[in-house]
């Protein structure tokens, strides 16, 4: 089965009826490897890319594995930049990724459940007006955001709102989370359980790629 067939199998709601769909040929990897992430460049070195258009939109297809149990992601092109709103780290992986927006036999990663991972359209994610809409959280217990929101953006949409936030100037990264049942994670000192929230042991964005992107490596 080729990837693309694979894809649409088990992410049905992608492709909605009517829309025309143009799938290119299955090419092995080509792009550089990115020094600051060694685990994700070890990944797409073992990918295989399927350029596809759905409805005039393009994406790129990167499944790997064995042929009885392949997954990936479905993302966005590349699009390299100079500086801007992002991270260091993520800037880096704009040049060869563009994010991701689905996932097929996928394990069980921070990227679970995302509708937009690392893409433009999450760190166009208003982070201030977020947190000024859930304020009551901390009014609630006597308490003040105790971030500069501006100094945040998301870089990745869970499909129930909560948001991953990385702090623009060294990586940090945040969790706001009203709506989780998530282990492994601390409230931010000055914060009520479900706000604002640090990974632990993942305190950073590098951190995060390099730990979801060994959670997809082959066994």
Not at 64 to 79: I, Q, Y
Not at 104 to 123: H, I, R, Y
Not at 143 to 165: C, F, Q, R, S, W
Request: with cysteine; aromatic share 10%.
């Amino acid at each position: 089965m080729r990837d693309w067939a694979r894809f649409v199998d088990e992410v049905s709601w992608f492709v909605e009826p009517g829309q025309a769909v143009v799938v290119g040929e299955a090419l092995p990897w080509s792009r550089p490897p990115i020094a600051a992430l060694p685990v994700l460049s070890g990944l797409l070195r073992s990918a295989t890319l399927t350029p596809v258009s759905v409805a005039d939109t393009p994406y790129e297809l990167l499944a790997w594995g064995p042929p009885d149990d392949r997954r990936g992601w479905l993302c966005r092109a590349p699009h390299p930049v100079d500086g801007g709103p992002v991270a260091e780290v993520h800037q880096l992986f704009w040049q060869v990724c563009g994010g991701i927006v689905e996932t097929f036999g996928a394990p069980d990663t921070w990227w679970s459940n995302q509708n937009e991972v690392l893409t433009a359209e999450a760190q166009r994610v208003r982070v201030a007006d977020v947190l000024r809409d859930y304020a009551w959280l901390w009014a609630d217990d006597g308490l003040t955001i105790p971030i500069d929101a501006d100094e945040y953006y998301a870089a990745a949409v869970e499909a129930n709102g909560n948001l991953t936030l990385v702090r623009r100037e060294d990586g940090r990264l945040l969790l706001f989370a009203p709506d989780h049942a998530f282990s492994g994670v601390t409230p931010l000192p000055g914060c009520p359980p479900y706000s604002l929230l640090t990974i632990d042991e993942i305190p950073d964005l590098a951190t995060w790629i390099e730990v979801c992107a060994a959670a997809f490596q082959q066994p």
